[in-house]
């Protein structure tokens, strides 16, 4: 145990709810319980819960891990949500909006923090997961943080150490939330830039769903990692369009979690895209996998965005078009194939700043960080 975490040992725990079971909801309340919070999970099914509180288990979806005594659940919304002083939600982005009609009565007396633990965008409106939860919930922006990096439930489950950031419009909110969510091997880094956050946690999942079809289809590492540089500059350009700082997309939400999610074989949006590689077709891919593969519906709402705001997407749409079963895997490239033959330049940064400027940028972060000290979660 840390000192910080002891010395939160000693004053009353702070009493927090997670919604959604499944893996990364218990891998997360893990790591709030492991830093010495109260944590009361919500899980649907009654012997989920059950198993969690009694056996201190998940094994469906942590085999082998083992849960801490400060955690707990129910699988009744009410009572997990009773006293919360901060509430972390990781259901699958699709099942979000609907959950959200039984969560809105619970809260309606409650200012507590709401933390976005989802990486999707919701397929019949293209909104982001905050931006649902504003909708429903009827809350000030302000209330709402989001929390994303390389984050690989398991490993973190593991206690492997890892970073993340927690992002609110509010920095207060930010700061309020990253102190909770950190102990001795997952720590938080803080940013206002919700858009950036978000969708850099919505897009590395496209990539990764890329990088699974280029494996499926046995190509090497020439093809990956050119495919990973490109998709970051996709991914920086869409971003941007809808507001994002580029900076955001080079740190732990954007490059850090492309990175961990394109290596990593527990990603299911990675084992999604090797199925597809592999000759599986999308009906047969969705019944094969048992979690959440965020970008199989992300896709078609991000190159619908992409459109309206005129960015060019390549990848994306070479992922969209082996989903459709319109492409053969085996044509997956950095671009597309019907691109005209010029040569064009290697364009790595998004707008007109150029690297000078960009490299002022993180210059001036780094000098922030510096002036305002450790006691404060720092930025990403
Ligand atoms: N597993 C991971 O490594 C990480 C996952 N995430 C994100 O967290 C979110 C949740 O993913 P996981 O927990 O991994 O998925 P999962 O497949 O392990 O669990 C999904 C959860 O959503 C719930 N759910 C699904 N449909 C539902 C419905 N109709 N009503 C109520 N609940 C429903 C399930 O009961 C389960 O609790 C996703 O947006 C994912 O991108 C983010 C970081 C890491
Ligand atoms: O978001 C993740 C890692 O940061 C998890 O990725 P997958 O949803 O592809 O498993």
């Known amino acids: 145990?840390?000192?910080?975490?002891?010395?939160?040992?000693?004053?009353?725990?702070?009493?927090?709810?997670?919604?959604?079971?499944?893996?990364?909801?218990?891998?997360?309340?893990?790591?709030?319980?492991?830093?010495?919070?109260?944590?009361?999970?919500?899980?649907?099914?009654?012997?989920?819960?059950?198993?969690?509180?009694?056996?201190?288990?998940?094994?469906?979806?942590?085999?082998?891990?083992?849960?801490?005594?400060?955690?707990?659940?129910?699988?009744?919304?009410?009572?997990?949500?009773?006293?919360?002083?901060?509430?972390?939600?990781?259901?699958?982005?699709?099942?979000?909006?609907?959950?959200?009609?039984?969560?809105?009565?619970?809260?309606?007396?409650?200012?507590?923090?709401?933390?976005?633990?989802?990486?999707?965008?919701?397929?019949?409106?293209?909104?982001?997961?905050?931006?649902?939860?504003?909708?429903?919930?009827?809350?000030?922006?302000?209330?709402?943080?989001?929390?994303?990096?390389?984050?690989?439930?398991?490993?973190?489950?593991?206690?492997?150490?890892?970073?993340?950031?927690?992002?609110?419009?509010?920095?207060?909110?930010?700061?309020?939330?990253a102190r909770i969510s950190r102990n001795r091997y997952f720590r938080t880094f803080v940013n206002t830039d919700v858009i950036g956050t978000e969708f850099g946690g919505v897009l590395k999942n496209l990539i990764a769903v890329a990088i699974g079809i280029v494996d499926g289809v046995g190509y090497g590492e020439n093809t990956k990692a050119?495919?990973?540089?490109r998709g970051l500059v996709e991914m920086t350009d869409f971003a941007v369009a809808q507001g994002a700082q580029p900076e955001t997309l080079q740190g732990l939400a954007g490059l850090g979690d492309l990175i961990a999610t394109c290596q990593s074989p527990l990603s299911r949006n990675n084992t999604a895209g090797r199925l597809l590689g592999q000759g599986y077709s999308f009906t047969e891919v969705v019944k094969q996998m048992d979690q959440t593969a965020e970008g199989l519906a992300s896709v078609a709402p991000v190159l619908q965005l992409a459109r309206e705001a005129g960015v060019h997407m390549p990848i994306v749409e070479q992922v969209k078009m082996v989903l459709d079963g319109t492409m053969n895997p085996r044509d997956i490239a950095p671009h597309l194939t019907t691109d005209d033959d010029e040569p064009t330049e290697e364009r790595t940064q998004n707008g007109s700043g150029g690297s000078g400027s960009a490299l002022r940028r993180a210059f001036q972060r780094a000098l922030d960080q510096f002036r305002h000290g450790g006691g404060r979660p720092p930025r990403d």
């Open 226 to 229: 050119s495919i990973i540089t």
């Open 1 to 177: 145990m840390t000192p910080r975490e002891a010395s939160r040992r000693e004053a009353p725990a702070p009493r927090v709810a997670v919604l959604g079971s499944g893996s990364w909801g218990t891998t997360f309340g893990k790591v709030l319980a492991d830093g010495g919070a109260d944590v009361v999970m919500w899980a649907r099914r009654a012997e989920l819960a059950h198993e969690i509180r009694e056996g201190k288990r998940n094994s469906q979806y942590l085999p082998g891990i083992n849960l801490p005594r400060g955690l707990s659940a129910t699988h009744h919304l009410a009572e997990a949500l009773d006293g919360a002083t901060q509430v972390y939600i990781a259901i699958s982005s699709q099942a979000l909006r609907q959950n959200l009609k039984g969560v809105r009565p619970l809260l309606a007396t409650n200012d507590a923090p709401i933390v976005s633990l989802m990486k999707g965008v919701e397929k019949k409106t293209g909104l982001r997961m905050s931006q649902v939860l504003e909708q429903e919930l009827h809350c000030d922006p302000a209330r709402i943080a989001v929390a994303s990096g390389p984050n690989l439930a398991l490993e973190i489950a593991r206690e492997q150490p890892t970073a993340a950031v927690i992002s609110s419009s509010s920095q207060e909110t930010a700061e309020a939330v």
